[in-house]
Structures are given as C-alpha cells and as structure tokens.
C-alpha cells in the first residue's frame, strides 16, 4: 500500500477517458489500496483513479457516506454507471482533492442511483442522496474526464486557475494554458 501524489488540474491526465476494468486482478486490488491510503492521507471522502494518475474506471467513497458503516474500508465502485438521478436539484459548495483549496458552488440532481461492481466481482445498486448524491455524481465525472471547473463560467475558471498555480510548486502550471 502506497499513497501516491494526487493529479492536481490543469494537468492533463484528468482529462483523460478512464478504461473499463476487464477483471478483479492483484493490480486492480493493490490500486485499489493505493487509493485508500491516498484518500486517507489527504482526508478525502472519495477519490478516482485518475486523480492518481491512472486512468480506470474506478473510485472510492468512505464508507460512512456509502454505507453508513463506521470504520469500514471505502467502497470500491468499478465499471459505474449512474443509472438514475431525480429531477430535484441541489446546490451546495464541493471540493476535490485535484483543487486544493477550492470550493464551488453546483447545481446537481438530489438523488443519484449507480451500478457498479465491487472488488469481489459482483455487481451493487446505491441510490444516494445529499451528500452520496454529490459524492456518485463528483466522482463518477472523473472518469469521463469532467471536472469541477466545468461547472463554473471563463471568469471564474480562470481565477482557480491563478491561485492554483500561485500554491503550486510546480512553476509551470500557470503557462499550461
Ligand atoms: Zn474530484
């Protein structure tokens, strides 16, 4: 188990169409840990694969959000697909571990229902609402390549994109473009 360094937008990695799981693998399940200790590490509720850099359809949510079970490992959610969502909407400010720092305001449906297969190969419906709403919805945009910024106007985006850069280390994210 690792925790490794968190994709941080604009890098293009995160833009990336995840490709689908073919089968439970010792990879899928040492990703899958890898994505446990780094969305501990970095005090996330959920984390897709791509933030990590690879790009698979799977994510994580804490089980307290998914389940309700207290202390119990994330669920893995893999090959998802949100099958449903409720013509009710709901704004409220979301973060994501690849805009550190940076809360936006978005308009989604309430209620989410997802399919997705678990790390035992066998296939689960969550219908979620607050909170796992947004979570299913949030995390299951990465793995299509959308993101937060999406959501907001030229305006906006452009100033997340200036404190990003000003935050990061890495000197050339501001020239990205
Ligand atoms: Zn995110």
Redesign the pocket.
């Known amino acids: 188990m690792a925790v490794r360094p968190i994709v941080v937008w604009p890098d293009s990695r995160l833009r990336e169409e995840a490709k689908t799981v073919e089968t439970i693998t010792d990879e899928v399940r040492s990703l899958y840990k890898d994505l446990w200790d780094t969305m501990v590490a970095y005090q996330g509720i959920?984390i897709?694969s791509p933030?990590i850099g690879v790009a698979v359809k799977m994510f994580l949510i804490d089980a307290m959000v998914a389940t309700g079970e207290d202390g119990a490992p994330p669920v893995a959610f893999i090959n998802p697909e949100v099958i449903a969502t409720g013509t009710e909407t709901d704004k409220s400010d979301e973060g994501?571990?690849?805009?550190p720092g940076i809360y936006v305001p978005i308009e989604r449906p309430a209620e989410a229902t997802i399919r997705a297969m678990g790390l035992d190969c066998e296939m689960f419906e969550i219908a979620g609402t607050e909170l796992l709403a947004r979570a299913i919805q949030?995390?299951n945009d990465?793995l299509t390549g959308k993101?937060?910024v999406d959501f907001v106007g030229p305006l906006k985006k452009r100033m997340i994109k200036r404190k990003l850069a000003r935050e990061s280390d890495y000197e050339g994210a501001e020239a990205e473009g």
């Open positions: 959920g897709a933030q994501c571990l690849s805009f949030h995390e990465h993101l937060m």
